[in-house]
């Protein structure tokens, strides 16, 4: 296992260090399963991680319902409004491996309840029994049916928005830039990425090294999510990790957009070490080449496709290696003139939303960031 770190500026670490002992407990348990035959770590992972069925909520009318022969669950509040309601459309995170309905829950109800919108949360296929683009397919086929029969839920055509957390916020994003080229359905009034991951070809960007062993997402961890997604399997992610799976000349192309040079230097004060060149490995690339496709990269999208995006809100955690992700798209999205709107938890670590009220783990900083993007649909 590598070594995990703690930071003292992160919120509540006591609670966080309870956290990470259940993760531990939880990662040592699945492989002791895995090993005397009972099931895989993922389904046992799976299996914990999965939520419980939660009572009637007051305030919502809640009903599980097929999209294009994909699960979601449709949350609408009982309340009268004066008109129509905005829409949004959660993908949860889990590393396209993990996360349910039931795992997001009580974050969808919140949404739902303090927004007073129509949440539509879907449950796209997961990795590695389905590879990419099953989660991408999913999510999009998903938004394409709630759009084209929005009048059946009392929605408003103009403002609808596409929402996801880590994976989720990838796959918001990816969507996001599909829908942008579409002209046979109403634009997206927003989109909000929580988090999220964008990019597969840099785990040494900066967020990587500072975080790399802070909970709940480590280094090798998102590395080894991003190959179960691609390719059902996790080899050569030692080769991911050390950056030898892109040719110099695509690296080199993609440097405009995927580069330390382009995050704010106040986000490389704490220690960053310098990367040593890696040979790049052919025979890897050939396995991992997809990931140059702006579907499971949103990143590398062209600008033509990224001057289209609607307006956007942006979620960035300090102590997580995704941080980057987000300020690099942040940089991306302001340079081609989409508005952004941008939320930074200092104190905040990747996956605390997913945490809210969740077995007595919440972190006020979590509540915090839940509660700006209330605030930023609500300025919709």
């Given at each position: 296992?590598p070594?995990?770190?703690i930071?003292?500026?992160?919120?509540?670490p006591?609670?966080?260090?309870?956290?990470?002992?259940?993760?531990?407990?939880?990662?040592?348990?699945?492989?002791i399963?895995?090993?005397?035959?009972?099931?895989s770590?993922?389904t046992?992972?799976?299996y914990v991680r999965?939520?419980r069925?939660?009572g009637?909520?007051?305030?919502?009318?809640?009903?599980?319902?097929q999209?294009n022969k994909?699960?979601?669950?449709?949350?609408?509040?009982k309340?009268t409004?004066?008109?129509?309601r905005?829409?949004?459309?959660?993908?949860?995170?889990?590393?396209?491996?993990?996360g349910s309905?039931?795992?997001y829950?009580?974050?969808?109800r919140?949404?739902?309840r303090?927004?007073?919108s129509?949440?539509?949360?879907?449950?796209y296929r997961?990795?590695?029994?389905?590879?990419y683009?099953a989660?991408?397919?999913d999510?999009?086929?998903?938004t394409?049916?709630f759009?084209?029969?929005i009048?059946?839920?009392?929605v408003?055509?103009a403002?609808?928005?596409?929402c996801g957390?880590?994976a989720?916020?990838?796959?918001?994003?990816?969507v996001?830039?599909?829908?942008?080229?579409?002209?046979?359905?109403?634009?997206?009034?927003a989109?909000?990425?929580?988090y999220?991951?964008?990019?597969a070809l840099d785990?040494?960007?900066p967020?990587?090294?500072?975080?790399?062993?802070?909970?709940l997402?480590?280094?090798?961890?998102a590395?080894?999510?991003?190959?179960?997604?691609?390719n059902?399997?996790?080899?050569h992610?030692?080769?991911v990790?050390?950056?030898?799976?892109?040719?110099?000349?695509?690296?080199?192309?993609?440097?405009?957009?995927?580069?330390p040079d382009?995050i704010?230097?106040?986000?490389k004060v704490?220690g960053?070490?310098?990367?040593?060149?890696?040979d790049y490995?052919?025979?890897v690339?050939?396995?991992?080449?997809?990931f140059?496709?702006?579907?499971?990269?949103?990143?590398?999208?062209?600008?033509?496709?990224?001057?289209?995006?609607p307006?956007?809100?942006?979620?960035?955690?300090?102590?997580?290696?995704?941080?980057?992700?987000?300020?690099?798209?942040?940089?991306?999205?302001e340079?081609n003139?989409?508005?952004?709107t941008?939320?930074?938890?200092?104190?905040?670590?990747?996956?605390?939303?997913?945490?809210?009220?969740?077995?007595?783990f919440?972190?006020?900083a979590g509540?915090?960031?839940?509660?700006?993007?209330v605030?930023?649909l609500?300025?919709?």
């Amino acid at each position: 296992l590598p070594s995990y770190d703690i930071p003292p500026g992160v919120n509540q670490p006591a609670k966080l260090r309870l956290v990470l002992a259940v993760l531990l407990g939880t990662a040592a348990l699945g492989k002791i399963l895995e090993k005397t035959g009972l099931c895989s770590q993922i389904t046992f992972g799976r299996y914990v991680r999965q939520g419980r069925k939660l009572g009637v909520d007051p305030k919502l009318f809640i009903q599980d319902l097929q999209f294009n022969k994909v699960p979601v669950r449709v949350y609408q509040p009982k309340a009268t409004s004066a008109g129509r309601r905005r829409g949004i459309i959660f993908f949860h995170g889990g590393g396209w491996v993990f996360g349910s309905l039931d795992t997001y829950e009580k974050v969808c109800r919140y949404i739902s309840r303090e927004s007073e919108s129509v949440v539509v949360s879907v449950q796209y296929r997961l990795a590695p029994e389905h590879k990419y683009p099953a989660a991408y397919e999913d999510c999009l086929n998903a938004t394409v049916h709630f759009m084209k029969d929005i009048e059946h839920y009392g929605v408003d055509p103009a403002n609808v928005i596409v929402c996801g957390d880590s994976a989720g916020g990838n796959l918001a994003a990816a969507v996001s830039q599909t829908l942008a080229g579409r002209s046979d359905l109403p634009r997206l009034r927003a989109q909000i990425l929580i988090y999220p991951g964008l990019q597969a070809l840099d785990f040494n960007l900066p967020s990587y090294h500072q975080n790399r062993g802070v909970p709940l997402l480590f280094r090798e961890r998102a590395a080894f999510f991003a190959l179960q997604y691609l390719n059902g399997d996790a080899l050569h992610m030692q080769e991911v990790l050390e950056g030898s799976h892109i040719p110099p000349d695509m690296r080199l192309k993609y440097r405009k957009w995927v580069s330390p040079d382009n995050i704010p230097e106040k986000f490389k004060v704490r220690g960053v070490k310098p990367l040593r060149p890696t040979d790049y490995i052919a025979e890897v690339y050939e396995t991992v080449k997809r990931f140059c496709e702006p579907n499971l990269c949103p990143l590398l999208a062209e600008d033509a496709v990224v001057h289209q995006l609607p307006e956007s809100f942006i979620l960035t955690c300090e102590y997580d290696v995704l941080r980057d992700d987000g300020l690099l798209y942040k940089k991306r999205l302001e340079d081609n003139g989409v508005r952004v709107t941008w939320y930074h938890l200092e104190d905040g670590f990747h996956g605390i939303i997913s945490l809210y009220d969740y077995c007595g783990f919440s972190f006020p900083a979590g509540k915090r960031g839940l509660d700006s993007i209330v605030n930023f649909l609500k300025s919709l």
